[in-house]
């Protein structure tokens, strides 16, 4: 049972293009996140949800939209890719907004962009 | 803000040895927590412990333990007893009561063990 999963794992794909990233998870929480990891391994967040508000949007192009359309679901769109989008994209999630609620991370989406 | 500095960005052990991975922070929020998580070179990002900054005692989890001194503001991650498999990529990172649960990450340290 995969508690946070990412479809698909690797996206190859043209400047210009639009693409969606899925993100599902079945732990029952209320909190769920997007993380971009650039080339260098750097984490830093990219947006967040809790019950399906948005929480946390992180100066963050506006090409790229995240859709929340429940608790446990929490999808990235980005239109018109960009070189500069190819990272690891990792989608997270935790009870809730706590300092002390630990963030479970899912397999992460290698995106390439041509 | 929160800041989180990890300075070395590779490290050596010899299998069973321990090994001690830094991890710096700042923050001005008066309460917040502590974070490692592995990075194996399959990429999944794996949680291995936690530490409030209210806990009394440092966090253990099997093999780790986090060597918690708040007056220094770090948060080192120690791997008792280490194995092939912990070699990986350790991030540190925190979230402040502030923070609305974003988690701010270390530059990450690459563990290599050697038989």
């Known amino acids: 049972d995969t508690a946070v999963s990412q479809t698909p794992k690797y996206l190859v794909t043209q400047m210009g293009n639009d693409k969606s990233i899925k993100c599902e998870q079945n732990l029952g929480h209320d909190t769920m996140y997007w993380y971009k990891q650039d080339s260098k391994k750097f984490l830093k967040i990219m947006f967040s949800y809790n019950n399906k508000e948005l929480i946390i949007n992180e100066t963050v192009p506006n090409r790229f939209s995240p859709k929340s359309p429940d608790k446990a679901h929490l999808n990235l769109h980005i239109n018109s890719l960009e070189l500069g989008d190819s990272a690891v994209y990792f989608c997270?999630?935790?009870?809730?907004?706590?300092?002390?609620?630990?963030?479970?991370f899912g397999p992460g989406t290698r995106l390439t962009v041509l | 803000a929160q800041k989180i500095t990890q300075t070395q960005p590779g490290m050596f052990v010899q299998e069973k040895e321990a090994v001690t991975l830094d991890c710096t922070y700042d923050?001005?929020?008066?309460?917040?927590?502590l974070f490692w998580y592995k990075q194996p070179s399959s990429g999944e990002m794996i949680f291995l412990i936690y530490q409030g900054s209210y806990d009394q005692q440092n966090a253990t989890e099997g093999r780790y333990s986090l060597n918690f001194q708040k007056a220094r503001k770090s948060a080192n991650l120690v791997i008792s007893a280490s194995q092939l498999g912990d070699s990986a990529m350790y991030f540190c990172a925190m979230r402040g009561v502030t923070s609305y649960g974003k988690l701010t990450f270390g530059q990450g340290t690459i563990l290599t063990v050697h038989p």
């Open positions: 997270a999630s935790s009870e809730g907004l706590f300092r002390a609620d630990t963030q479970y």
């Open positions: 923050t001005s929020d008066p309460s917040y927590g």
